[in-house]
C-alpha cells in the first residue's frame, strides 16, 4: 500500500472489494503511523511547528473573509477526492466540521499544500493550489474547476497545470 492513499480511498477500496481487510488495517497503520511522526516533529521543533500553525490561521483566516466557512470545507472535500491529487492524503476528512479548518493547509510543512485562490459560484468553484515539496522546485501550481452535479455535489470539471 502506498502513502499516497488517504483513508477515505482505503475505505472505498475496502468497500468494493479491491483491497482485503488485512491491506486495509496495514494502510489504515501506515496513515496513523504518519501522523504519529508528525507530532513527534512538532514535539521536538515547537517554534517550527507554531510558525506553521500561524500561517495555516493566515491562509484560513483570509479564506474565510471572502467565502463561507461551509464553502471552503465543501472545496477541499471535492479536491480529497480526487484521483491522482496528492495533497487528497491529507484532505479526506475536511467536511468535519470539529476539526479546525486551518489543520488543512501546510504553508511551510512538507509536502506543501496551499490554497491561492477560491472563485464560488453558486453551480461552479474555481480553486488554484500548490503542492509539492518547497525548495527543490517540485511545487505543482494548479486550477482545479469543480461543478455542482445534480445532488448538489462538486465534483471535477477540468484540471490545468500552471506554468511556473
Same mark, same amino acid.
Given at each position: 500500500?502506498?502513502?499516497?492513499?488517504?483513508? =477515505?480511498?482505503?475505505?472505498?477500496?475496502?468497500?468494493? +472489494?479491491?483491497?482485503?481487510?488485512?491491506?486495509?488495517?496495514?494502510?489504515?497503520?501506515?496513515?496513523?503511523? &504518519?501522523?504519529?511522526?508528525?507530532?513527534?516533529?512538532?514535539?521536538?521543533?515547537?517554534? &517550527?511547528?507554531?510558525?506553521?500553525?500561524?500561517?495555516?490561521? =493566515?491562509?484560513?483566516?483570509?479564506?474565510?473573509?471572502? /467565502?463561507?466557512?461551509?464553502?471552503? %470545507?465543501?472545496?477541499?472535500?471535492? #479536491?480529497?477526492?480526487?484521483?491522482?491529487?496528492?495533497?487528497?492524503?491529507? #484532505?479526506?476528512?475536511?467536511? /468535519?466540521? /470539529?476539526?479546525? #479548518? /486551518?489543520?488543512?493547509?501546510?504553508?511551510?510543512?512538507?509536502?506543501?499544500?496551499?490554497?491561492?485562490?477560491?472563485?464560488?459560484?453558486?453551480?461552479?468553484?474555481?480553486?488554484?493550489?500548490?503542492?509539492? *515539496?518547497?525548495?527543490? +522546485?517540485?511545487? *505543482?501550481? &494548479?486550477?482545479?474547476?469543480?461543478? =455542482?452535479?445534480?445532488?448538489?455535489?462538486?465534483?471535477?470539471? %477540468?484540471?490545468?497545470?500552471?506554468?511556473?
Amino acid at each position: 500500500m502506498s502513502t499516497s492513499v488517504s483513508p =477515505r480511498q482505503l475505505f472505498q477500496m475496502l468497500d468494493s +472489494g479491491r483491497i482485503t481487510r488485512e491491506q486495509f488495517r496495514a494502510g489504515m497503520a501506515e496513515c496513523a503511523q &504518519e501522523l504519529i511522526a508528525e507530532m513527534e516533529e512538532d514535539r521536538l521543533n515547537p517554534a &517550527e511547528a507554531l510558525l506553521e500553525q500561524v500561517l495555516s490561521r =493566515r491562509t484560513a483566516s483570509r479564506l474565510t473573509k471572502i /467565502h463561507e466557512e461551509t464553502i471552503i %470545507r465543501e472545496t477541499l472535500q471535492a #479536491l480529497s477526492e480526487l484521483d491522482e491529487f496528492p495533497p487528497a492524503r491529507w #484532505l479526506w476528512n475536511a467536511a /468535519h466540521p /470539529h476539526i479546525p #479548518l /486551518h489543520a488543512f493547509f501546510r504553508s511551510r510543512r512538507k509536502p506543501i499544500f496551499r490554497v491561492t485562490r477560491i472563485e464560488a459560484m453558486p453551480q461552479l468553484v474555481t480553486v488554484s493550489v500548490e503542492y509539492g *515539496t518547497s525548495g527543490s +522546485g517540485e511545487i *505543482t501550481q &494548479e486550477d482545479i474547476r469543480l461543478r =455542482r452535479d445534480r445532488r448538489g455535489r462538486l465534483g471535477l470539471e %477540468r484540471r490545468t497545470l500552471q506554468n511556473h
